[in-house]
């Protein structure tokens, strides 16, 4: 092979010996493995030949084969190769395939290979960079493990079959003075040029110079890729299809219920260049034309100008015009697109301002309120002459409302009635002033322009409007006369139902707030029957079923209210009222599940939250009450009710049995509130998880804590009586004299008063029965049987006959007027006719036991003893025959004392036998014995 630069070999001298190919090579001395030396300018080559052919290697195919150590061994041990003959050998690619057998190459083959070997190139461009995962392919193929097996030997080299293309011309090698001589050409190689070439033995190594090499590929770090059987993952492949199903009929319905694509709207650069920065607003309006060219992104039109834009603005008047109210989408954009083509070219238009409008009126169909605002600010900051500036103040008031700006609001709305007084939309535009002073809370003023604009024209559809405002704020308010007063004239003065039937809902609403229920029913019925497709048909529902039930009508109240969910499920309103009346009904889980419901479906309320949680927590469901309270906490961390939510979120916690999580959370919730009446109801729920597990004494603690940190009377009361039951009397009785009980409701009086006659009695009772007469007389709505017992109980105790008398009128008084608080009577009577009979006042016993007994049967055991005792009574004082009929009703009864009445019935029978006196019958006992 001849050097395509100098016509003259270049000698590079090899210091390596080949690995031993087979055991022929082995015999006749050839070198060992571990003196393999690789020489530095032969790697240079064939690097630089490497990165030569990757950069023209698309004629011959990307395959990447890795030859072996023998292999790289034969290629570099030609010691007699030159450079130049190298650098031309490596611009080709061979494809290498592996033999069919571990014979070794003959001299025949090659002497072929090099005769059909094509014509060498010029020498490759060596400015190239060259790659490390060259070099380190190179490297790590001639080091490979001498243990390793043998390499594949390589076929005969073919040059594969490829398309002609023309010679590379490339750059001279800035290296070639070095090594070449004076006076060098190009010319073609081939096996005739060199005739004096020894032949090549396999022990030699050494290959012909006309042969070309193939280049060394570069060795790729091929990924490892696992190879998955389906043998033992059955189960994964099955799940692997049925996902791949679902995931595909998902996309298929998706697909098909969407079918219309909804076009997109006005490209954003389009919208951005019809809005001016806000140095610009303040600018006069410009006099050029600018022109923009046909083609210019965004599809802009070209420039127009005298009577074509004309024409154009015309034809747009007219299709704007003509476009109806419920124009599909692409209409609109459309129509926007034209407008927008319009404005940039024809920028100086004398009626530019009316295509602004426009725009503005399409973005408020499309209810893009904050695009139609910036076009009414471009109306109003670029054109002085505007034709209809009413309505572009009164469109930019809207929006501003809309947009929750009512500062801005006002001053549109009070320009438009400022200097367009007597303009046709100057009632519209106080009824939005009027929104924005409602807005600031300035509800005074509003109320007044809402009355105005009433009183002027009810009948207009500005009209309506007010008074829909007026009536809901009155009725907000609170103040439902005045709502019947405005709404009922205009409800009963129009001329057909149609359009009225907001003012229908609110009137029923005032009515029930009047107590005027049957009529209220009645208008919301009538909203149902006439206006069923109305948007106000969910709240007639929700007004209707809380009617119903403050009607007494329960059952159809909820099945209004479920009726009206199943119709409605994703109205908040809807979905709020259900759950109240469900929990109202006793359904909490429900209840729980329908506020739930209604949070999701918009209604951002913590009270939802907090009453769905207590109510999972009233259905014992305690789990999902710790969700809904956590939940709480995440979405309003400082919502007032967020304490609350702490709170009770603890003590679930410890009705779950986490009492040690419960009560380390309350106190870090307590160590993190520096606030006194913050800390209160921290402290009564930590008082009361410790008196749930019975720690007195941190119960007495917490309410000592408690005590400091308030002066309020309630708080001072409950204080008083958590210390009385945890035994800490002295404390209790400090902080009681601290109560004034003139402000505490009776309620709490009297529990004070008896928590703490039960804890003084023992140590000094006369003071325990003047709290408890100071109980029942001071507070007579808070009377209770207990009460009563207890009084009973001092009196026979005292053996006060006259405050016994008296305490027992009063109690036969009551039951004269409520008759089911007969056993009152009944408990006492015994009471106190038990301390007659131990006092052996046997006819007075008698007769408070008769009271006692009265009409009722002996089930009652209390009513049994009394009969018992009465015929004791009666046996004592010689009435055989009534102590006889006495013991008959207690035996009848069956009870704890039946069997004793039994055999003193018969006692008193012989007796009466005996003495020849009358014998009464005897009465039917239990399982028709006589």
């Known amino acids: 092979m001849v050097n395509g630069a100098s016509g003259r070999p270049l000698n590079i001298g090899t210091n390596c010996h080949t690995m031993p190919a087979n055991k022929e090579t082995e015999r006749n001395g050839a070198s060992h493995e571990d003196d393999f030396l690789l020489d530095p300018s032969l790697l240079d080559a064939l690097v630089q030949d490497a990165h030569a052919g990757e950069s023209g290697a698309g004629d011959v195919g990307e395959a990447v084969l890795s030859l072996s150590k023998g292999d790289i061994e034969a290629l570099l041990n030609n010691e007699e190769l030159g450079q130049a003959g190298a650098e031309k050998a490596m611009e080709s690619e061979m494809i290498l395939t592996p033999r069919p057998s571990p014979a070794v190459a003959e001299r025949g083959d090659i002497d072929a290979l090099i005769a059909g070997a094509p014509a060498a190139s010029s020498s490759a461009d060596q400015e190239s960079a060259v790659s490390q995962e060259m070099i380190d392919a190179l490297i790590m193929a001639a080091s490979r493990d001498e243990n390793a097996p043998p390499p594949k030997h390589v076929e005969p080299l073919q040059e594969p079959a490829k398309s002609p293309r023309p010679p590379k011309t490339e750059k001279k090698s800035e290296a070639a003075p ?16 060199l005739p004096e070439q020894a032949p090549i033995t396999q022990r030699q190594g050494k290959l012909h110079r006309g042969v070309k090499r193939p280049r060394m590929p570069r060795m790729p770090r091929m990924p490892h890729i696992p190879r998955i059987s389906l043998r033992g993952n059955r189960a994964r492949a099955i799940a692997s299809l049925g996902v791949t199903v679902l995931v595909t009929a998902a996309t298929f319905a998706y697909l098909k219920a969407h079918q219309e694509r909804t076009p997109a709207f006005e490209p954003v650069e389009r919208i951005a260049a019809l809005i ?17 060219p046909p083609g210019s992104p965004g599809g802009l039109a070209p420039s127009l100008t005298g009577t074509q834009a004309d024409k154009a603005f015309e034809s747009l008047r007219a299709d704007f015009l003509s476009l109806e109210s419920n124009a599909a989408p692409s209409s609109i954009e459309a129509m926007h697109a034209r407008l927008t083509d319009f404005i940039l070219a024809v920028p100086s238009h004398p009626r530019l301002a009316e295509i602004y409008q426009w725009k503005a009126q399409l973005y408020e169909r499309e209810q893009r309120i904050a695009m139609a605002r910036e076009m009414y600010k471009i109306i109003l900051a670029r054109f002085q002459e505007i034709p209809n500036p009413d309505a572009v103040f009164l469109g930019a008031a809207k929006a501003a409302v809309a947009l929750n700006q009512p500062s801005d609001a006002m001053r549109f709305a009070r320009r438009l009635l400022d200097e367009y007084p007597g303009s046709p939309l100057a009632p519209e535009a106080e009824l939005v002033l009027a929104d924005a002073y409602a807005a600031l809370d300035r509800t005074g003023d509003a109320c007044t322009i809402w009355s105005r604009i009433v009183q002027a024209d009810s009948a207009s559809q500005t009209g309506k409007r007010a008074a829909e405002r007026l009536g809901k704020t009155l009725i907000e308010q609170g103040r439902f006369a005045d709502a019947v007063q405005l709404l009922e004239p205009l409800v009963n003065a129009a001329e057909s139902a149609e359009g009225n039937e907001k003012r229908y809902w609110l009137l029923a609403r005032a009515y029930r707030g009047v107590g005027r229920l049957e009529e209220a029913r009645r208008r919301l019925n009538d909203i149902l029957t006439f206006f069923g497709q109305s948007d106000v048909i969910p709240d007639a529902m ?68 907090l009453d769905a949680a207590r109510h999972y927590r009233a259905a014992e469901d305690l789990s999902k009450a710790e969700e809904t309270y956590a939940r709480l906490l995440l979405e309003f961390p400082r919502a007032p009710m967020a304490l609350e939510a702490e709170i009770e979120w603890a003590e679930v916690m410890c009705a779950r049995g986490q009492s040690a999580k419960g009560i380390q959370r309350l106190e870090t919730l307590l160590a993190s509130l520096s606030d006194g009446p913050k800390r209160l109801p921290v402290l009564f729920s930590m008082a009361n998880v410790y008196q749930g597990l019975g720690l007195k004494t941190r119960t007495a603690d917490i309410y000592r804590r408690i005590a400091g940190l308030s002066n309020e009377p309630e708080v001072l009361a409950r204080a008083a009586a958590a210390l009385f039951d945890a035994g800490a009397i002295d404390e209790g009785l400090a902080v009681a004299d601290r109560v004034d009980r003139g402000k505490i409701s009776e309620k709490t009086a009297c529990e004070l008063l008896m928590k703490q006659a039960a804890a003084l009695e023992p140590a000094n009772p006369q003071r325990a029965f003047d709290c408890v007469e100071k109980a029942y007389t001071d507070y007579p709505s808070q009377r209770t049987p207990a009460i009563e017992r207890k009084l009973m109980a001092v009196y026979a105790a005292r053996d006060n006959a006259a405050g016994a008398d008296e305490l027992l009128a009063s109690i036969e008084a009551q039951v004269r007027e409520t008759p089911a608080d007969a056993p009152r009577l009944r408990h006492a009577a015994a009471i106190w006719a038990d301390h007659l009979y131990d006092k052996k006042d046997y006819r007075g016993a008698s007769d408070w036991y008769a009271r006692a007994v009265g009409e009722e049967t002996t089930r009652d055991p209390e009513a049994a003893w009394a009969a018992y005792q009465l015929g004791n009574s009666l046996l004592k004082l010689g009435d055989l025959a009534g102590s006889a009929a006495a013991f008959d009703r207690v035996a009848a009864s069956g009870g704890e ?31 028709g014995r006589r």
């Open 542 to 609: 929700v007004e209707l079923s809380q009617t119903l039930d403050e009607l007494g009508l329960r059952s159809d109240a909820v099945q209004i209210a479920l009726d009206a969910a199943q119709r409605y499920p994703r109205n908040a309103a809807v979905l709020r009222n259900q759950g109240n009346l469900l929990a109202e009904e006793g359904n909490k889980r429900e209840a729980a599940e329908a506020l739930l419901a209604a949070q999701s479906a918009g209604m951002k309320d913590p009270n939802l939250l």
């Open 897 to 927: 004392w039946a069997r004793d009445a039994q055999i003193k019935a018969a006692y008193a029978r012989i007796t009466l036998r005996t003495r020849g006196q009358p014998v009464p019958p005897m009465a039917s006992a239990p399982g």
């Open 276 to 292: 001016p920065e806000p140095e610009v607003l303040s600018e006069p309006p410009p006099t050029g034309t600018g022109a923009v």
């Open 178 to 193: 070095d090594r070449q001589t004076a006076g060098a050409g190009t010319q073609e190689a081939g096996p005739q040029s």
